[in-house]
């Protein structure tokens, strides 16, 4: 009878242990079910995904070939629909012309421009970025006005997404509205300004950018001249000429001469090429370079003595691109020059060019 209380004692311990290890092996055994059931789940996902997309892809081609099959009209079931635009935004975004507006009428008699155009005003930025890409795609001029406010939205990708859309759109309005917001938007990725005014055209773009540098504070016009080299021949040496000749800030000058085409008189040119500043001088030789004419050899001669390297370098390309320049015209300026490594620069490019 003394012993029983020591055996209950002792025995308490191991029923613990007893029930912790089944409950261990039952929460094994139900974590394993659940990640089973999770695999399950995914391959079964997945296998529908694929089916959907194997699917739609044959309507697709249909679609883009001018072959659709004959019969009923395929039905865009409600659990289709993302991956349906997902393989429609991919297809569309390699495609214009007829086999684009055929594409553009199966989307639409499929009802996606109702879908989209609620996944456009989703929470989530991915979701409401390719909405906009697809409204773009779709050409849904419906959506013009609230693509119009995208822009101004706080997100980087959302605002230039809904300018890129709005130009494959209306191009004259996407531009009116674009051109006055990219200086002040220096977060806007320039590959993508770059791609909504090419898509608009240089025919649209040019005049609104020519009044919009030409209001612009020096900074800002510098920094907009970049996209002038989409503009119109014309006006990029209108813009180029009119800044150069009235301008003294070494920024604006270099972004006036790089905007430059070479077909017009630049004024100033012999300042330019001797301004104080290496940088401009270095574009301003580029510039002659571009220019082409033999009269200003003897221009680039004098840079090819310049103290700064670049502007060297610059002056000795140019030279070897000049029209009308023979071999034996560089070779009786190369033994003109006094400094060793002014006729070594010139050398250098002469072989460069393949021209000795």
Avoid at 38 to 45: E, H, M, S
Avoid at 162 to 178: C, G, M, N, S
Avoid at 276 to 298: C, E, P, S
Wanted: net charge positive.
């Amino acid at each position: 009878m003394q012993d029983f209380p020591f055996a209950l004692a002792s025995s308490a311990p191991i029923s613990v242990a007893l029930w912790l290890t089944v409950v261990s092996i039952a929460a094994s055994l139900l974590l394993l079910l659940y990640t089973l059931e999770l695999r399950v789940r995914r391959r079964f996902r997945e296998r529908r995904r694929a089916n959907v997309v194997a699917y739609w892809r044959t309507i697709i081609a249909g679609a883009v070939t001018g072959a659709a099959a004959s019969g009923a009209a395929p039905k865009l079931r409600r659990r289709e629909r993302q991956e349906f635009l997902r393989l429609w935004v991919y297809t569309r975004s390699m495609l214009e012309g007829a086999a684009a507006e055929r594409l553009i009428a199966l989307a639409q008699s499929l009802g996606l421009t109702e879908f989209v155009r609620g996944q456009a005003r989703h929470t989530h930025v991915g979701t409401r970025l390719m909405a906009m890409q697809a409204l773009g795609y779709l050409r849904d001029r419906e959506s013009l006005a609230e693509l119009a406010a995208a822009i101004d939205d706080t997100n980087t990708l959302v605002s230039i997404s809904a300018a890129e859309a709005l130009a494959a759109i209306d191009p004259p309005r996407a531009v009116a509205l674009l051109i006055p917001k990219i200086a002040q938007r220096r977060d806007w990725p320039r590959t993508h300004v770059f791609k909504v005014l090419q898509r608009a055209g240089s025919d649209v773009i040019s005049e609104p950018l020519y009044r919009c540098i030409r209001a612009a504070s020096d900074e800002d016009a510098a920094y907009l001249l970049q996209f002038a080299e989409i503009a119109e021949f014309d006006v990029r040496d209108a813009l180029a000429g009119e800044l150069l000749r009235s301008s003294t800030n070494p920024e604006l000058l270099v972004a006036a001469l790089k905007t430059a085409t070479g077909h017009a008189p630049i004024p100033r040119l012999d300042e330019l090429l001797a301004h104080q500043v290496w940088y401009v001088r270095m574009q301003a030789a580029k510039l002659v370079g571009r220019m082409g004419r033999k009269d200003d050899l003897g221009r680039l001669e004098k840079l090819l003595g310049d103290d700064e390297w670049w502007v060297r370098f610059r002056a000795a390309k140019a030279l070897v691109r000049l029209h009308g320049v023979s071999v034996s015209d560089l070779e009786e300026v190369r033994s003109r020059l006094h400094d060793r490594y002014a006729r070594d620069m010139l050398g250098q490019a002469m072989a460069e060019a393949g021209i000795r």
